[in-house]
């Protein structure tokens, strides 16, 4: 005669392997989402420093989208691949600096996920206070 125990024999472990799945696939996308945030943090951290490069008093206009992708290539360490830099500016006493590039995926049947992020900033110009007499 079989005991009630006998048709429950197995339960538990499959209750474990289906909970440790749960959890380890929460926990990987966990990770892909700070990595996404990580890789959108460098990106604009990036057009923020091509911002600055450009904006300065007598500088280069254009230097502003090679010191982005400069920054960008240095900080990202391999998290922000496919990293692309562009300018414009956006009248006479603005400029904006575009940042793309793709995040890491650790999903391997997961394309990477693009990233664009972009500063802004009014060119600096000296004013000599006007003479009053």
């Known amino acids: 005669m079989r005991s009630a ?3 429950d024999r197995g339960t538990s472990t499959a209750e ?5 799945t749960v959890l380890m696939l929460t926990i990987l996308a966990c990770m892909q989402v700070i990595l996404l945030y990580f890789a959108r943090s460098v990106a604009l951290a990036a057009a923020q420093e ?6 300065a008093e007598n500088a280069s206009r254009t230097a502003g989208a090679a010191v982005a ?3 960008a290539e240095q900080t990202a360490g391999g998290f922000l691949s496919g990293i692309s830099a ?3 500016e956006t009248g006479p006493d603005n400029v904006r600096v575009m ?8 999903v ?9 992020e972009e500063a802004a ?13």
Request: charged share 20%; no cysteine; net charge positive.
């Open 86 to 88: 562009s300018m414009k």
């Open 5 to 7: 125990h006998d048709s």
């Open 16 to 20: 474990v392997a289906i909970v440790l």
């Open 108 to 116: 391997p049947f997961l394309a990477s996920i693009p990233v664009e």
């Open 50 to 55: 091509g911002v600055r490069a450009s904006r």
């Open 121 to 133: 900033g009014v060119i600096e110009e000296f004013n000599p206070p006007a003479r009053t007499r």
């Open 99 to 106: 940042v793309a590039g793709q995040s890491l995926s650790l």
């Open 69 to 71: 992708e400069r920054y």
